[in-house]
Structures are given as structure tokens and as C-alpha cells.
């Protein structure tokens, strides 16, 4: 007993949608990754505030930043920065730390299609000399 032509109709709009449907949670999945990635990035922006604010170099601060971040070193850019752009003058000043990362998009057939965000996060800390890293 036929309905007379309405065969494969919904195999045809299953055809039709699942492309969208597919390309859809594909794009859920890339923003989760870069998300997820901004949320790291904060937490090594916290981590070189914490070793910048104890004296640490420079390349130690950075090398922290990556280390909290899970990346390599040359992934992170860390910045610091302190009132008066010249560094801190003593306990009491404030030191700024910015981290940027260019969050990978490589999530089939939508990472080719975006480009790469540049993430970025700041946090500031009480600078402390003379606590060691």
C-alpha cells in the first residue's frame, strides 16, 4: 500500500540536511577549542603575574606563562609592564603581565575556513621583591 511518490522523501531531506547539520557541530566544536584555549591563556597570564611580581626575568615569566598555558615558549607573548613603563620601583608597585596566543583553528573543514584568533588576557599583581621564583 503506497502514498504514491512520497518514497524517499525523508531519506532525501536527511540528505539534504545532514551536510548543515555536520558543518554546524563542527563550528561548536572550534569555538569550544578556542574557548577553551582563551581560559588557558588567562590562567598563564595569572601564573607570570605571580612570577613576575617575585623579580623573575623576563624569559623565566615567559617560560611560566607557556609552562601554565601547556604550550611551547615560542606560542606565548608575555609583556611586562609596570607604572611608569620602566619596571617596578619597589614593593607596593603594581605589575601588569599580558599574555597574547594565536589560537590554532584546525578543526576539519572549518579551521581552513577561519582564520587564527589571537587570544589575549591580562592580570596584574603586587610586586614583592625578594621572594625568589
Known amino acids: 500500500m503506497s502514498r504514491g511518490g ?5 531519506a532525501t531531506e536527511v540528505a539534504l540536511v545532514l551536510p548543515l547539520v555536520v558543518a ?3 563550528v561548536v566544536v572550534q569555538v569550544t577549542l578556542v574557548a577553551r584555549d582563551q581560559i588557558m591563556v588567562v590562567h598563564a597570564a595569572r601564573e607570570a603575574a605571580r612570577h613576575a611580581a617575585v623579580g623573575a626575568s623576563p ?12 604550550v611551547k615558549v615560542q606560542s606565548i607573548t608575555a609583556e ?6 620602566s619596571g617596578p620601583a619597589g614593593a607596593g608597585a603594581t605589575v601588569v603581565v599580558r599574555v ?4 590554532p583553528t584546525d578543526v576539519v573543514l572549518v ?3 577561519l582564520p587564527d584568533p589571537v587570544l ?14
Open 6 to 10: 512520497d518514497e524517499g522523501q525523508a
Open 24 to 26: 554546524l557541530l563542527l
Open 59 to 70: 624569559a623565566a615569566v615567559r617560560e611560566a606563562a607557556a609552562r601554565a598555558a601547556g
Open 80 to 85: 611586562i609592564s609596570a607604572p611608569g613603563g
Open 100 to 103: 597574547s596566543y594565536r589560537s
Open 111 to 113: 579551521g581552513p575556513l
Open 120 to 133: 589575549g588576557a591580562k592580570a596584574a599583581m603586587r610586586f614583592e621583591p625578594g621572594h625568589g621564583s
